[in-house]
């Protein structure tokens, strides 16, 4: 694939999936943030360097799309770099540049989130560098059962629920769901609860917050909250008849995991 193959790839999956968060109601207002760190990015430096402290060292010289601070996914879907910017981090990880990247010649102050992007795009590159995409969303089923204290105080037994609704879901989660307890939006706490169970899970569910996955781009990561989400749904559509949901059986998880997942 070409550089410019890839460029548009990647946004073009960039504005699909914000499309995606919007017309699923994940994405109400401003919420939600993702970034993609770029393999290449062919503009020019478009302004002095924007300090920030604390950039982890294994990103200088990196190039990320970042969703705007304010930003909605219901614009960035059709105008990405109007709701959205290309970012160089500086070489001596001092803070970043904003990269040309049409449309028109505003630069877009990235989320607030920034911090917790970068910290999170560090930790890919140190332990799983194929990973480029962090996404943050708020699915409305997964939110619902995060309020639930029996399972917001004991993430495993959601894990199995959410793992047990079809056969779909323990395969293509192999890792799973955990959830947070409530930190704060935007929180050094928040940030450093889901840089740690991003070692061992698939998606992070915050607590009556939302969720988070990473990927090797934005289609996968979205496909990991979107089969969560999937089982989410299950659950509440069978407590809303009346019944608790039966669940797929040990055995069966079991089975699953040695014959299925293993070949993937
Ligand atoms: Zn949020």
């Known amino acids: 694939m070409t550089n410019n193959e890839q460029h548009n790839k990647d946004i073009d999956e960039i504005k699909e999936i914000a499309g995606y968060l919007w017309e699923r109601g994940w994405a109400e207002r401003n919420g939600g943030n993702i970034s993609l760190r770029l393999k290449t990015w062919d503009g020019k430096?478009?302004?002095?360097?924007?300090?920030?402290?604390?950039?982890?060292?294994?990103l200088a010289g990196s190039i990320l799309y970042i969703s705007g601070t304010g930003c909605r996914m219901r614009d960035l879907a059709r105008y990405p770099f109007k709701h959205g910017a290309v970012i160089k981090i500086s070489d001596?990880?001092?803070?970043?540049?904003?990269?040309?990247?049409?449309?028109?010649?505003?630069?877009?102050?990235p989320t607030m989130e920034l911090g917790s992007h970068?910290?999170?795009?560090?930790?890919?590159?140190?332990?799983?560098p194929e990973y480029r995409?962090?996404?943050?969303?708020?699915?409305?089923?997964?939110?619902?059962?995060?309020?639930?204290?029996?399972?917001?105080?004991?993430?495993e037994k959601l894990r199995?629920?959410?793992?047990?609704t079809m056969p779909e879901s323990r395969v293509f989660l192999p890792r799973g769901v955990d959830l947070t307890e409530y930190a704060l939006p935007g929180s050094t706490q928040l940030?450093?609860?889901?840089?740690?169970?991003?070692?061992?899970?698939?998606?992070?569910?915050?607590?009556?917050?939302?969720a988070l996955a990473t990927g090797r781009d934005m289609v996968e990561a979205f496909d990991f909250i979107d089969v969560a989400?999937?089982?989410a749904t299950i659950i509440l559509k069978?407590?809303?008849?009346?019944?608790?949901?039966?669940?797929?059986?040990q055995d069966n998880l079991e089975e699953m995991e040695r014959i299925l997942i293993n070949k993937l």
């Open 92 to 109: 001596d990880v001092a803070g970043y540049r904003f990269l040309e990247c049409g449309q028109d010649g505003t630069n877009v102050k």
């Open 133 to 155: 995409a962090v996404l943050h969303t708020h699915p409305i089923e997964l939110i619902c059962l995060s309020h639930n204290p029996k399972l917001a105080r004991d993430p």
């Open 238 to 249: 069978c407590m809303a008849a009346g019944f608790t949901p039966e669940g797929l059986s």
């Open 45 to 58: 430096i478009t302004s002095e360097l924007v300090p920030i402290a604390d950039i982890p060292t294994n």
């Open 118 to 128: 970068l910290e999170l795009q560090a930790k890919m590159v140190a332990s799983n």
């Open 160 to 164: 199995t629920m959410l793992w047990s």
């Open 229 to 231: 989400n999937k089982s």
């Open 191 to 210: 940030s450093k609860l889901t840089g740690s169970a991003l070692d061992n899970f698939d998606v992070i569910l915050w607590e009556k917050h939302g």
